[in-house]
């Protein structure tokens, strides 16, 4: 069981705005930055954004991210069908429980 | 350009070990943090273990701590994943990842992956 959720699964139309919720607590994203990692079928994972709301260089400005005390969140705007990936919220998380980072995934669907 | 090649999957019988290595191009390896993260055949991805640009300083996931070490040899540019005692729940893709920064803020900032290496638990 993560102590990131996220829910399951997404979905959105071409075109369309969708956002990814990662809620956490004080041990993670309240005291540590958030990224988001985006993995297509098959393929390795990929960073999509890293503290909060950054994008490494090549990554569309599609995809954006926030934070709020300890929930963040990924938009990604102007769906297209490439966009249909697993997405991963991740935080170090260093509670008494032992570390952990990631969220459990959630796969969108571009219908 | 980076290049992270993981090597020394296969198949190993419950209670085994294997070693996974992973050797590194393209960036000054001993300046950067390393991790292991694993996916289980249609599951989510699962951090276990990273290790600091020295190597001295260790974090392990619950789910592996006294059965797994990490260690590296910088001057070969190479990672390795020890693993023992295996069992059948530790059969999973294994990525090597290379962490960003050098701080604690970054240590779940991954930014670039090998293409992993399969390992299969099974009798």
């Known amino acids: 069981q993560s102590v990131l959720i996220q829910p399951p699964s997404a979905s959105g139309t071409p075109g369309q705005r969708v956002t990814i919720s990662c809620s956490g607590s004080s041990s993670n994203i309240g005291s540590y930055p958030v990224n988001w990692y985006q993995q297509l079928p098959g393929t390795a994972p990929k960073l999509l954004i890293y503290?909060?709301?950054q994008r490494p260089s090549g990554v569309p400005d599609r995809f954006s991210g926030s934070k709020s005390g300890t929930s963040a969140s990924l938009a990604i705007s102007g769906l297209q069908s490439e966009d249909e990936a697993d997405y991963y919220c991740a935080v170090w998380d260093d509670s008494l429980s032992g570390p952990k980072v990631f969220g459990g995934g959630t796969k969108l669907t571009v219908l | 350009e980076v290049q992270l090649l993981e090597s020394g999957g296969g198949l190993v019988q419950p209670g085994g070990s294997l070693r996974l290595s992973c050797a590194a191009s393209?960036?000054?390896?001993?300046?950067?943090?390393m991790s292991w993260v694993r996916q289980a055949p249609g599951r989510g991805l699962e951090w276990v273990s990273t290790?600091?640009?020295?190597?001295?300083?260790?974090y392990f996931a619950d789910s592996v701590k006294g059965r797994f070490s990490i260690s590296r040899d910088n001057s070969k540019n190479t990672l390795y994943l020890q693993m023992d005692s295996l069992r059948a729940d530790d059969t999973a893709i294994y990525y090597c990842?290379?962490?960003?920064?050098?701080?604690?803020?970054?240590?779940?900032?991954?930014?670039?992956w090998g293409q992993g290496a399969l390992v299969t638990v099974s009798s």
């Open positions: 503290t909060d709301n």
């Open positions: 990842a290379k962490i960003w920064g050098v701080t604690k803020q970054w240590l779940a900032t991954f930014d670039d």
């Open positions: 290790i600091g640009d020295s190597g001295g300083t260790t």
């Open positions: 393209g960036f000054i390896f001993r300046k950067y943090a």
